[in-house]
């Protein structure tokens, strides 16, 4: 079934969802977007459905993070855009399933984001994981209050001001990544989790996602909305994307 940009597929007790735009490296348009909250959301409401699989299209990404294509810079709509896409990356942590990212390319910006908000990420050994947005005078909405409690606040910095992407290998060192395996077996190895998960008592595995989770969510979120907005109308943010859009590096 197709949602918007994204493939959604039912496989026995488990939804695959697929992020399909492979020629603009699975970006977060406004496709991907709508398609990735409207399948979670169907899978969640889904007695069929115990366990979610997110992966991206193509060999090349999971997803490049945020299409920068149409952004504008003014208040009102820097704060729209944030309150939408930190929802959206948020998702996967805010439905009551189970939901593993199969991570098969580059997982940059959103869509490290999004990887890390599900609960656990299996990796091909071609992944890469990072947070560029510095490059662009940014900084990531979702992730800048999710990095400290996965990495170590000195860790989350150097990831967040640098924006330096990282190897399968290395974001499993630092417990990004709960498996790494062959890229031709991902999706296979994805799936073995999401049986084994699916053949456990669901009420259990349920609260489990709830307690563990019960911290997420709150005023760190709200707090990212709130202040995010304010980067857009930095010079530095119209020079960053500037640069990107013509291929240069920026001058800061």
Known sequence: MRLHSVEYEIKGAVALVTLDEPAKLNALSVGIREGLTEALTTADDDPQVRVVVITGAGERAFCAGADISGFEFSTVYAKNFMNEVIDVLAAPENISKPVIAAVNGLALGGGCEIAIACDFVIASEQAQ????????????????????????????????????????????????????????????????????????????????????????????????????????????????????????????
Request: proline content about 6%; hydrophobic content about 45%; glycine content about 8%.
């Open 129 to 252: 994981f990072g947070v560029p947005e510095i490059k662009l005078g940014l900084l990531p909405g979702f992730a800048i209050v999710r990095l400290n409690a996965l990495v170590g606040r000195q860790m989350a910095k150097y990831l967040t001001m640098l924006g330096e992407p990282i190897s399968a290998h290395e974001a499993h060192e630092l417990g990004l990544v709960l498996r790494i395996v062959p890229h031709d077996q991902l999706l296979q190895r994805a799936f073995e989790l999401a049986e084994k998960l699916a053949n456990q008592p669901q009420m259990a595995i349920r609260y489990a996602k709830e307690i563990f989770n019960r911290e997420l969510g709150g005023s760190d979120i709200n707090y990212a909305k709130s202040v995010m907005p304010f980067l857009f109308l930095d010079d530095d943010a119209r020079e960053g994307v500037a640069a990107f859009r013509e291929k240069r590096e920026p001058r800061f």
